[in-house]
């Protein structure tokens, strides 16, 4: 499976991450390919925290839906703040494809770190490669229960 540059776009990645290793076969592997914020038109957001992204994974899509475009709005389009609020409400009707999430490799490792860690996601990484602008992960499903670890997914 590849998901390159399609996380950021994701109201709830952990909640995204969770289907990807649910389809994927034992000894599937993941390709994921995420965009350093400091490389992209996202360069002048503030970075998403962990901490973020695991209040929306508890809210699930509906998480911080308008923050991200209020964020996006101010921040990448650059809008005034007196139109701010309309151009956020245009952004959310037309279900404008945004980055919901910018990271910088380390943000995106602390992510994938915490899935393995905290979450007990089943997998192992094979490879992490910074290229240039982006993050590269190769994840491998496992099954730790193998092993004799208990997991929670």
């Known amino acids: 499976m590849v998901a390159s540059h399609f996380l950021e776009h994701c109201r709830n990645p952990i909640g995204t991450l969770e289907t990807f290793f649910r389809v994927l076969k034992l000894g599937g592997k ?48 650059n809008e005034p703040d007196e139109t701010i609020e309309s151009r956020v409400d245009v952004l959310i009707i037309s279900d404008y494809s945004i980055h919901f999430h910018a990271w910088t490799y380390f943000e995106i490792v602390e992510l994938v770190l915490h899935l393995r860690r905290e979450l007990k996601f089943d997998f192992e990484i094979q490879e992490f490669v910074l290229a240039g602008n982006e993050c590269i992960f190769i994840l491998k499903k496992t099954d730790t229960r193998e092993a004799g670890t208990t997991h929670a997914r």
């Open 30 to 77: 993941l390709y994921l390919v995420v965009p350093d914020k400091r490389f992209t038109f996202d360069v002048n957001r503030p970075t998403t925290t962990l901490e973020r992204i695991l209040e929306d994974y508890g809210k699930g899509n509906a998480g911080s839906h308008r923050e991200h475009y209020l964020e996006w709005a101010r921040f990448v389009e």
